[in-house]
């Protein structure tokens, strides 16, 4: 990789972005639509969800340490001036109150939507929440084109909640999904691990 | 500084060292994409050992283009590093330079009536 401002800054933000799989919010996604394919197939069960969910809190805990060992930390760009400015003043009331207005927004739309197609609103925020994720990491590594896997899995998952045929095949939507979130998260760790391996001066 | 009228290879040579030092432009290229990065970071990303990066991050400062905090986290130092608004703009100024000269020199066989053949330059006038 030749040494270009492009390459450097690519890889500063492929760092930020690394941040979204030590994070717990990633693993959260990850073990639910684990749960959810193995409660379609028969195999959830308590000693299986605390494994899991323990399994995810100590996974969590290991990257994030291992980055900061590995690879140092960086914190993300704040707002331009002008924008912090306006946070600085008014932050207070129009951030917090567009914040609560968007957050009702959604759930409202996710109840609407949910039952008026037959879905729990809870597997439909799950579904928000794994596709924007996935996203996160995909289009971290700068690819322009990263989107196309976690909107393809979430395709499939939403197709297994609306279309009755399908939903036989629920677990397939959610292993897809995990996988997807797999797939996305190693993507951007080798990304990582060879971009700073060839940035050097 | 440079000016825009003389020969790329001059341009270059008269670049400004301080920024151009490859070590000290990675650093400050990764610093103008994030708000702060702390020296694991910058060494992992150069490549060079503490006390080398540590000069590097020294004439920086020197020169207002970074700041550096120096802290403890438990028992041990965590030095951080941020780009200041002109270390920002002379990075950014700098990468636009080089861009142009590169530019520059890639037009010039044909602009020299010379053009690449096996790897040689050939002037035009004497293929006959």
């Given amino acids: ?201 | 500084m440079p000016t825009s009228k003389g020969a790329p290879f001059e341009r270059l040579i008269a670049a400004d060292k301080l920024v151009h030092e490859p070590a000290r432009l990675a650093a400050l290229t990764a610093l103008s994409a994030c708000e702060s990065a702390d020296f694991v970071f910058l060494q992992r990303l150069t490549g060079l050992q503490p006390g080398n990066l540590s000069q590097h991050l020294a004439k920086l400062e020197e020169a207002g283009l970074v700041t550096l905090t120096k802290a403890f986290a438990r028992k041990y130092p965590q030095t951080t590093a941020r780009i200041t608004d002109r270390g920002r703009k002379a990075v950014t100024e700098h990468w636009k330079r080089l861009d142009a000269l590169k530019q520059e020199v890639q037009s010039w066989p044909r602009a020299r009536g010379v053009h690449l053949r096996s790897r040689t330059l050939i002037p035009r006038e004497s293929q006959g």
């Fill in chain 1, 1 to 201: 990789m030749a040494l270009t401002a492009d390459s450097i800054q690519r890889l500063t933000r492929a760092h930020l972005g690394a941040r979204v799989f030590q994070g717990l919010l990633f693993w959260f996604a990850l073990v639910q639509n684990i749960k959810g394919a193995l409660a379609h197939v028969g195999y959830l069960n308590p000693r299986v969800q605390m494994w899991l969910t323990l399994t995810a809190i100590v996974a969590a805990a290991a990257l994030g340490t291992f980055y900061r060992w590995r690879f140092g930390r960086v914190e993300p760009a704040r707002p331009l001036r002008s924008r912090r400015l306006f946070e600085d003043f008014r932050y207070g009331v129009v951030g917090a109150t567009a914040l609560a207005l968007f957050t009702i927004a959604i759930v409202i739309a996710l109840f609407v939507a949910g039952r008026q197609a037959g879905v729990r609103p809870m597997d439909l925020a799950l579904l928000l929440l794994s596709a924007s994720t996935a996203t996160s990491l995909a289009t971290s590594r700068g690819e322009r084109l990263g989107w196309v896997v976690p909107v393809l899995a979430s395709a499939v998952l939403l197709a297994t909640f609306l279309v009755p045929v399908l939903q036989l095949y629920r677990a397939l939507g959610h292993a897809g999904m995990a996988a997807a979130l797999v797939v996305t998260a190693v993507q951007l760790h080798l990304f990582l691990v060879r971009g700073f391996r060839h940035a050097h001066v």
